[in-house]
């Protein structure tokens, strides 16, 4: 038993560097080591991915990004957003849901030009 769940990065250019392909590569989707990277398997967030966002700061600055942003889907069919700077980890969950007629946000460009169906 326990608390399980999955995540997946925004979709994001790098390049995962050797040690943290090597060190996750059992448990993670990675395209070539480049790109975003999501989990393989449903685990639990203070067990196996406890090290994950540290190891991922860890990366962050050498050229690559200011900031990576993880999405966790949990087993409670909760959502924890997981941002990470080199300098700070926020985590933050959703309060409320709005229904909508389409599949489609109004945070970046084009997505709210999607016509409703």
């Not at 994950?52 to 990576?68: H, M, N, S, W, Y």
């Not at 933050?92 to 709210?112: A, K, L, N």
Request: glycine share 6%; net charge negative; hydrophobic share 35%.
């Amino acid at each position: 038993m326990g608390f399980r769940s999955v995540f997946i990065t925004e979709d994001i250019a790098i390049s995962w560097p050797e040690w943290f392909v090597e060190k996750w590569s059992q448990y993670v989707h990675f395209h070539e080591a480049t790109g975003p990277i999501s989990s393989k398997y449903e685990l639990k967030t203070y067990n196996k991915w406890k090290d994950l966002e540290e190891d991922v700061q860890k990366i962050i600055g050498g050229g690559f990004t200011d900031k990576i942003i993880m999405v966790y889907l949990h087993e409670c069919r909760g959502i924890t957003r997981v941002e990470i700077y080199k300098d700070k980890i926020l985590y933050s969950v959703p309060e409320t849901w709005r229904v909508t007629q389409y599949i489609g946000h109004d945070e970046c460009y084009g997505c709210s030009d999607i016509t409703e169906q």
